[in-house]
């Protein structure tokens, strides 16, 4: 697809500043941006780099104060990230997948209830009871299990695995080999000292619409009640929602990030990679961890925490600030002796 740069202007509501006819056939990055491509320059410290870049136009934010040059164009936006995801739907590429219908190949249980819109791919298992919403997307090697239900336009991509009494919203989207619904992890030492007892996980997985959830994260089934994950929020690759998590709205949580079981976690929080929460810790409704942090106690609504243990973030940065200095401060005291 090829769109004229006053096109793209108009999409993204943006200020046109240079020729509104420069043809435009795709996004890059400044520096790999080619002649016929669009890019983005979010603030100052990277507008030094559009004099070497080949782009044709670019997205600027209102603090870019720079002029695009003669055969270019800027469009001027409140936020070039935005205007970028923007610009990104008029490129993407047709979505890929299964016909409307069932594929020959896919084992459905006779008592499953599937919306005559829905697609579902070759090799997915559709069991008992299960009911597959209007729209809904199975790629191959789905697994759906008894008493499930997935919503209308959800999109499940190959190797997802749905347990048993499980329920998923509408528009989710479910990334290769997603698990939601598997064995809580519990067990305790038998009483006799002498093995492991594994506490029955009776409950189900709740996931309202709009959730995505990246390639590889674990969603695990409740030991008794639900395990829930709110409206809109989106989960990255590789992380582990434990048994009786209560996660909410419109959170942002990145890759690697293990929480324990019974955390409770309030609305638009976010979460950077690879922190740990200890189990039945509760985090406050707009609380932000930085990536690394080893949650430990309760965050209030509103605060920034970080680091091992975790605490206010604040006060992390100045501990690290100490410690970068503690080899001077050493050197210092040596020479004093």
């Known amino acids: 697809m090829t769109l004229t740069t006053g096109e793209i202007a108009r999409h993204v509501q943006g200020e046109l500043i240079g020729p509104a006819d420069l043809p435009v056939s795709g996004i ?19 507008q030094g780099d559009w004099a070497s870049s080949q782009a044709s136009a670019a997205f600027v934010g209102p603090q ?26 008029l490129f993407a590429p047709p979505a890929v997948g299964p016909e409307t219908g069932i594929h020959p190949s896919a084992v459905i249980h006779p008592q499953a209830r599937i919306d005559a819109s829905a697609r579902i791919g070759p090799l997915c298992y559709v069991g008992r009871d299960v009911t597959i919403g209007a729209g809904a997307v199975l790629h191959a090697n789905v ?12 999109v499940l991509y190959p190797g997802v695995v749905i347990r048993e009494r499980c329920v998923i919203g509408r528009r989710c989207l479910f ?7 598997a064995d809580g992890f519990g067990f305790r030492p038998s009483p006799d000292g002498r093995g492991i007892v594994k506490i029955p996980q009776i ?16 969603v695990d089934r409740a030991k008794f009640d639900q395990t829930v994950i709110g409206q809109g929020t989106k989960i990255d690759n590789l992380c582990q929602i434990a048994h009786n998590c209560q ?17 409770v976690m309030g609305d638009g929080v976010m979460v950077g990679g690879g922190s740990i929460f200890k189990d039945q810790v509760r ?38 600030a100490v410690i970068r200095k503690l080899p001077d401060i050493l050197k210092q005291w040596r020479n004093k002796l």
């Open 28 to 46: 890059n990055a400044m520096a790999a941006a080619r002649k016929g491509q669009l890019t983005f320059i979010r603030d100052k410290a990277r």
């Open 175 to 181: 990334h290769a080999n997603v698990s939601v619904g």
């Open 247 to 263: 996660v909410g709205r419109f959170c942002i949580i990145a890759g690697h990030v293990a929480l324990g079981g019974s955390v």
């Open 203 to 218: 409950g189900g997985v709740i996931i309202h619409d709009d959730v995505e959830l990246g390639a590889g994260t674990c």
């Open 143 to 154: 697994t759906v299990l008894d008493e499930s239900s997935i919503g209308d336009d959800t």
């Open 64 to 89: 870019v104060d720079v002029q695009p040059g003669e055969g270019k164009a800027f469009i001027r936006v409140k936020n070039a990230d935005v205007a970028v995801a923007q610009a990104l739907e």
């Open 283 to 320: 985090v406050g409704n707009g609380a932000g961890v930085a990536g690394g942090s080893m949650v430990m106690d309760d965050i209030p609504p509103g605060e920034k925490w970080g680091g091992q243990p975790a605490q206010d973030l604040r006060q992390t940065l100045r501990e690290i």
